[in-house]
């Protein structure tokens, strides 16, 4: 199982310490590092800032949403960096909820999210391959353009520049039983939100027989202290924002998936709490044992035992939500 640091996405404003983790990271051994974007800062300028200043650890977008850039434009991003990191970039996507993406990005979220993730992979990947002009007859990503507002003199036409390689991975954020199965079948990998690993039998219809390489990359916040349940809050801050604030009461992914993870009742409660105002009762409801069972938190001892069941599963990649360096390298010696 390979190491890689997640960054996240900016809150107020940059944290100067992210750079300096990358970097010890890159020292320690770690394969990767990710950034992320919500409805602030951007993911793949931080990364071209990292891949300034390091030479080895690969970069990834954990993730980059689909509705802020159609796919053309997220394949100019990725083949860009590949070129400039030396062949170092990992295509991470996700296609967040009707919250964000109509109350954000201002465009309509797709009746059909199967089939518009499935054609802005195909368009990404048809960038990258360079084997001709693309050509999607889409229903959410058409290329070139045919819509009766269009002028109809889209012409179809191939990236200028030469990409670096034709096979950058591609990874899709996924969380639905269907979305998570088509995940298999048309990206590189997976990046689950949450994962759990005492409950992957939550996973095992929708993973089937997945094929040689395929790359399963959870992130799990990790924090070396003393203190568990202290340590823990950071975690219920955010399954608290995920499951009260990324998304609306009546459509959530984030509750949905603490649900089927056996969490149902808690997981409502935690919503209503939160969409009531009661941001910090809601934090607090979140059980202990879920924010327990997705994070690596407590004495090195007990991180060590509790890291062997992700270690023996199918997870390929750990994405390391860690705020400091002491974490990073205990991680990196108890991996080893």
């Known amino acids: 199982m390979r190491l890689g640091l997640a960054l996240g996405y900016w809150g107020r404003g940059p944290d100067p310490g992210h750079l300096a983790l990358a970097r010890e990271a890159e020292r320690l051994g770690y394969d990767s590092v990710w950034t992320a974007e919500a409805w602030g800062s951007d993911a793949f300028t931080p990364l071209t800032w990292i891949a300034a200043?390091?030479?080895?650890?690969?970069l990834g977008t954990a993730v980059a949403q689909m509705a802020a850039r159609s796919p053309t434009t997220t394949a100019m991003h990725a083949l860009t960096l590949d070129h400039l990191s030396g062949g170092r970039m990992m295509l991470g996507l996700g296609l967040s909820g009707p919250q964000v993406v109509e109350g954000w990005y201002g465009r309509?979220?797709?009746?059909?999210?199967?089939?518009a993730t499935r054609e802005y992979v195909d368009v990404v990947r048809q960038v990258l391959r360079r084997e001709g002009p693309v050509e999607v007859a889409g229903r959410f990503h058409a290329?070139?353009?045919?819509?009766?507002?269009?002028?109809?003199?889209?012409?179809?036409?191939?990236?200028?520049?030469?990409?670096?390689?034709a096979d950058l991975p591609v990874l899709l954020g996924a969380e639905g039983p269907k979305n998570i199965a088509q995940t298999t079948r048309i990206a590189d990998g997976w990046?689950?939100?949450?994962?759990s690993p005492t409950r992957t039998d939550v996973y095992e219809a929708s993973l089937g027989d997945l094929r040689e390489g395929f790359v399963i990359a959870p992130m799990a916040r990790a924090k070396v202290c003393d203190d568990v349940a202290e340590?823990?809050?950071?975690?219920?801050?955010?399954?608290?924002?995920?499951?009260?604030?990324?998304?609306?009461?009546?459509?959530?992914?984030?509750?949905?998936?603490?649900?089927?993870?056996?969490?149902?009742?808690?997981?409502?409660?935690?919503?209503?709490l939160?969409?009531?105002?009661?941001?910090?009762?809601?934090?607090?409801?979140?059980?202990?044992?879920?924010?327990?069972?997705?994070?690596?938190?407590?004495?090195?001892?007990?991180?060590?035992?509790?890291?062997?069941?992700?270690?023996?599963g199918p997870v390929t990649d750990l994405l390391v939500l860690a705020p400091d360096p002491h974490t990073l390298r205990v991680l990196a010696e108890l991996n080893s």
Do not use: C
Request: hydrophobic share 40%; aromatic share 8%; proline share 9%.
């Open 143 to 165: 290329h070139p353009y045919r819509g009766a507002d269009g002028t109809g003199l889209g012409k179809a036409l191939k990236p200028i520049t030469h990409p670096l390689r």
């Open 108 to 115: 309509p979220f797709p009746e059909s999210p199967l089939t």
């Open 53 to 58: 200043h390091t030479s080895r650890i690969r």
């Open 191 to 195: 990046l689950p939100l949450y994962w």
């Open 274 to 312: 939160f969409l009531a105002g009661r941001r910090e009762e809601a934090v607090l409801a979140v059980p202990d044992a879920f924010a327990d069972e997705i994070s690596l938190v407590g004495p090195r001892e007990r991180i060590a035992e509790r890291l062997e069941p992700w270690r023996a």
């Open 231 to 272: 340590g823990l809050l950071p975690v219920k801050a955010m399954l608290g924002f995920y499951i009260g604030g990324m998304g609306h009461a009546a459509r959530n992914f984030h509750a949905d998936l603490m649900a089927r993870m056996g969490y149902e009742e808690e997981a409502r409660q935690v919503q209503e």
